[in-house]
T-cell receptor
Framework: SQTIHQWPATLVQPVGSPLSLECTVE??????LYWYRQAAGRGLQLLFY??????ISSEVPQNLSASRPQDRQFILSSKKLLLSDSGFYLC?????????????FGQGTRLTVV | AQSVTQLGSHVSVSEGALVLLRCNYS??????LFWYVQYPNQGLQLLLK??????LVKGINGFEAEFKKSETSFHLTKPSAHMSDAAEYFC????????????FGSGTRLLVRP
């Protein structure tokens, strides 16, 4: 069976510091991968998605970047955090090659920028 | 463009009462629709999905949803609420391109009164 791991669970970072959030998927190959952000009291906003190694699509202009150095690894980064980067970050994956459409989510990282 | 609208940011019901969470969609093509549940500080869990098969879809935890094309709706229901159903619920539609990304509504927080 497939599992998704996302860490850390919580993170408090000062403004201007770098960020690296990691997500890995086990038990599948060539998944579609997604990074969502959930700001307090709001819905989910898609930040990035990837259909393969090194292939990143950005959905909204922002202070963040994403990378996919390996097939099942998806990293969300920032060189200098802003207060507005605070939120709940969720990684998700989708099984490809089966016609299945649903996405499965990690447990999320709560980022607080102070 | 595809979108979903969830009516009511908060819904409060008594334990044992009917749960009805509303979702309306906008799509120029037959949509793929989903309901997810999120417990505090956790990721999203898939409740059920509609993928153009049966219009009445049964999911986990006793939830079901009915796809009504004439009303462009996909409301989530449960006959009898349990305290454990208290959570935030998100309706989503799949973007009909190769990304398979999900477009989420703003969410409805379900409160269950004893």
């Amino acid at each position: 069976s497939q599992t998704i791991h996302q860490w850390p669970a919580t993170l408090v970072q000062p403004v201007g510091s770098p960020l690296s959030l990691e997500c890995t998927v086990e038990g599948t190959s060539n998944p579609n991968l997604y990074w969502y952000r959930q700001a307090a009291g709001r819905g989910l906003q898609l930040l990035f998605y990837s259909v393969g190694i090194g292939q990143i699509s950005s959905e909204v202009p922002q202070n963040l970047s994403a990378s996919r150095p390996q097939d099942r690894q998806f990293i969300l980064s920032s060189k200098k955090l802003l207060l507005s980067d605070s939120g709940f970050y969720l990684c998700a994956w989708r099984l490809t090659g089966t016609g299945k459409t649903e996405a499965f989510f990690g447990q999320g990282t709560r980022l607080t920028v102070v | 463009a595809q979108s979903v609208t969830q009516l009511g940011s908060h819904v409060s019901v008594s334990e044992g009462a009917l749960v009805l969470l509303r979702c309306n969609y906008s799509s120029s093509v037959p949509p793929y629709l989903f309901w997810y549940v999120q417990y505090p500080n956790q990721g999203l869990q898939l409740l059920l999905k509609y993928t153009s098969a049966a219009t009445l879809v049964k999911g986990i935890n006793g939830f079901e949803a009915e796809f009504k094309k004439s009303e462009t709706s996909f409301h989530l229901t449960k006959p009898s609420a349990h305290m454990s159903d208290a959570a935030e619920y998100f309706c989503a539609v799949r973007k009909m391109d190769s990304s398979y990304k999900l477009i989420f509504g703003s969410g409805t927080r379900l409160l269950v009164r004893p």
